[in-house]
């Protein structure tokens, strides 16, 4: 079958330095706020994934033009009040969630309607939790149950918002910061700590937003402006992408790794404080700072005698797209690691909770869980010695490329389906391993 790959052999010791395609929410979030400034932005090492494109692809429906170049996209913004379409224009999304949620935002004061739709995968994720904030702005917002299509008409008449984030989900307070920006007055966002890429870029546009740090949540205050200048930007690599490379040399044998140019901004850094909590010894060389984010070269080596983990709550947000790898640690350590509240990780491209929980108990691993917790019983003499199948998970490009791992460093034969799925994320994926020497047919 086509979009099948197999893998039938572990990889062989290694020793390399890479890198990965650009931050996948950072380019979403820069195409976007680019398609609002006034004037010409530049965005270097756009990540040219599906996400990606559908994200330029929607900017053009809103009549706004943009250009490939050599080194970078150029985009050309008119201003908050720059976008134009037909009435009833249709937005695809694709697979993409932080395209969707966060262009709601952005369509909280036009004056047509739109119809923002997606792929399967998409159309069945819960929109409620951005149009519920999004209409009290006063925006009009129809959908049938709580998933896409979602259609919006925005309102001239905004109105500022207070809103509570209890999620730690930087889509929704992303989503309500970019209509925040239209609406006349302060808004307030209340929001469990989450990635802060939306935060810091509107710092370096000169958007007027104070951030007060409190124990379990920040204060996000906005005040809506008229308009914003354009930018120049050059997009870091993708943590999310980098953590297949870091298990991959973590759980291969006298193998050594370095990543350049990665963005370890410490909202998505969990995978390296778990990973090294649980005896991973992986350093952050070179640390500088770029337009207020952190950018890192990772040094990783293989590791043996890694142990359970008691992970704390607090690191799930900054490890949310992670885990599928993190588990893969889990089960190979020695002793039992528990993992709490995952429930956001069954609201992903696929319910990656539950497959996790069946991928493990298939390699062999004990697993306990109990609704949104699982204990997983590390076995650090686990070899896959059977043949593995791994189909019928929505094309979700995280359990493709995890299975990948999985059959690289635990054995077994491997048949894998959907390999188009890395276009989503990380269309440069399989190159990349077998770059690294991983022999996948
Ligand atoms: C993202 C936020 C996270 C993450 C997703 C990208 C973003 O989702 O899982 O891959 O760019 O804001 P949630 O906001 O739903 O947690």
Redesign the pocket.
């Known amino acids: 079958m086509k979009n099948k790959i197999k893998i039938l052999n572990k990889i062989k010791p290694f020793k390399k330095v890479i890198e990965v395609s650009g931050d996948?929410?950072i380019s979403?979030?820069s195409i976007l706020l680019a398609s609002q400034a006034i004037g010409t932005s530049r965005i270097y090492n756009l990540l040219e994934s599906e996400d990606v494109i559908n994200t330029l692809k929607s900017i053009k429906k809103l009549g706004i033009k943009f250009k490939k170049k050599k080194q970078y996209y150029e985009i050309y913004g008119f201003g908050l009040n720059g976008y134009k379409t037909n009435s009833n224009a249709v937005i695809n999304a694709g697979n993409s969630?932080?395209l969707a949620?966060?262009i709601l935002g952005l369509l909280i004061n036009l004056k047509n309607s739109v119809t923002i739709k997606g792929d399967k995968s998409l159309s069945k994720r819960d929109f409620s939790r951005v149009t519920n904030p999004l209409k009290n702005f006063g925006a009009i917002i129809k959908s049938k149950k709580d998933g896409l299509p979602v259609k919006i008409k925005g309102s001239y008449y905004l109105r500022p918002i207070n809103y509570f984030e209890k999620?730690?989900?930087?889509?929704?307070?992303?989503s309500v910061m970019m209509a925040a920006i239209k609406t006349p007055g302060t808004t307030k966002i209340k929001a469990k700590p989450?990635?802060n890429?939306?935060e810091i870029l509107f710092k370096q546009l000169k958007l007027p937003i104070k951030i007060t740090k409190k124990k379990n949540f920040d204060l996000i205050e906005i005040n809506g402006v008229s308009e914003f200048n354009s930018f120049n930007y050059v997009i870091p690599g993708d943590i999310?992408s980098c953590s297949f490379f870091i298990v991959l040399t973590l759980l291969s044998k006298n193998s050594i790794l370095t990543i350049k140019n990665v963005n370890t901004n410490k909202t998505r850094t969990g995978i390296i404080k778990i990973l090294n909590r649980m005896g991973a010894k992986i350093i952050l060389m070179n640390k500088r700072f770029y337009k207020g984010e952190e950018i890192s070269d990772i040094k990783i080596k293989s590791r043996e005698n890694l142990k359970g983990i008691n992970c704390p709550e607090k690191l799930n947000?900054s490890a949310?797209?992670e885990f599928l790898v993190i588990f893969l640690v889990a089960a190979k350590a020695k002793g039992i690691s528990n993992f709490k509240n995952l429930a956001?990780l069954n609201?992903?491209e696929s319910p990656r909770l539950n497959i996790a929980v069946n991928f493990l108990k298939e390699i062999g691993i004990k697993v306990k869980r109990n609704k949104d917790d699982i204990k997983i019983y590390g076995n650090p003499n686990l070899n896959i010695k059977k043949e593995i199948k791994i189909k019928n998970y929505m094309k979700d490009h995280r359990i493709f490329m995890m299975s990948c791992i999985a059959a690289l460093v635990l054995g077994g034969k491997f048949n894998i389906y959907d390999s188009n799925s890395i276009n989503t994320s990380f269309p440069s994926f399989l190159k990349i391993l077998k770059n690294i020497g991983a022999k996948i047919n």
């Open positions: 996948k929410s979403i979030r969630g932080t949620r966060l999620l730690g989900s930087a889509q929704c307070k992303s989450s990635r890429h939306t999310s947000s949310i797209d956001e609201k992903k």
